[in-house]
């Protein structure tokens, strides 16, 4: 399994307008992030699996998890997977996850109470441009679950939750780029190193 | 410089529907492809260049060329740029080059008149599943234009063309990945070899 983890700082925790996707707190980002998690050219990766964490107005904190092996009708567009977002965000969230439709679930958690009940599944990398190559790391990686950040990259007390559960930090470029772009940077490195 | 031509088989040649861009022929392909050739995190590449070559109805052949280095009020999600697009085809098209607002340009040119024009200017460099590893090869590139399919790839036609310029075909991973994935790479691989 290759999981990631996307911490919108601003993004919408109601349901947005679909015509305005980056006005939703950078729904954009998310979306974006999701989509090069998941897709492939005719495809998506049944071994990848992709947590939004939502802390924009009005209801933070909700997780929007989504599931290579089970999710149906997606596709790459930002639009189409804002609306699958947009329909988990309809749902009244709870603490456990609620099931959206076939492999997108919701629940209200912040990301102290997320890592408390996943980080001990995963090996916990966080990317951040300071980190070590994950090239040199790359052929020991197992299980991961990669903890990314928006445009606004992660708070103080968010990288303090999540230094005490990550083995490392790694960094995938010498330039700041888009999470998005960060995601691709995994994939492919994985997949060159066949992990 | 860095440049790209994404090839879009049936991307619209006509203004389309900002809310169904997949439905524009795959121009969301189109979108995205241009988003991470250009868009660093809180910037834009000025030493990128792109060409995205519409080939759908009604009016095929037509080439938007979007340049880093003079682009303004762009943005990296699927519906500004989109947005930007369908600026560039609502104008009467010629075999000249015309100024659509900053930065983008658009023409009537197939990719054989395009190539002819642009080839003697960079090194070209197809990118196909059985190409060589780009980074077996990344130290010798420069002033590179990469050409990359859409979800259709190229037709047998267009690859006599594009092979008549060509230096080399290239790979940028060993599974079928997408067109914005292949420029991400790309990208990542220039960077790490300073390109």
Not at 16 to 24: E, K, R, S
Not at 39 to 52: L, N, P, Q, T
Not at 78 to 106: C, T
Not at 108 to 126: C, N, P
Request: with cysteine; net charge neutral.
């Amino acid at each position: 399994m290759r999981s990631f983890l996307i911490i919108g700082n601003k993004a919408s925790t109601k349901p947005f307008n679909l015509n305005d996707i980056p006005g939703a707190g950078r729904m954009d980002i998310i979306c974006r992030s999701i989509a090069q998690a998941l897709f492939i050219s005719h495809g998506i990766r049944k071994d990848v699996e992709v947590y939004a964490l939502l802390l924009g107005e009005p209801e933070p904190p909700k997780v929007v998890l989504i599931k290579g092996d089970e999710v149906k009708r997606m596709s790459p567009d930002e639009r189409n997977i804002a609306a699958h977002i947009k329909k988990a965000l309809a749902l009244n969230a709870s603490s456990d996850w609620k099931r959206v439709q076939s492999g997108v679930y919701v629940a209200k958690k912040s990301i102290e109470e997320l890592l408390r009940e996943i980080g001990q599944r995963y090996e916990i990398y966080y990317l951040r441009e300071d980190g070590k190559d994950i090239e040199e790391v790359a052929k020991e990686i197992h299980n991961p679950l990669f903890i990314i950040g928006d445009h606004l990259g992660l708070l103080a007390e968010q990288e303090k939750v999540v230094m005490s559960y990550a083995k490392e930090i790694l960094s995938v470029s010498k330039i700041s780029i888009m999470a998005e772009q960060c995601v691709v940077i995994c994939n492919y490195v994985l997949d060159k190193f066949g992990r």
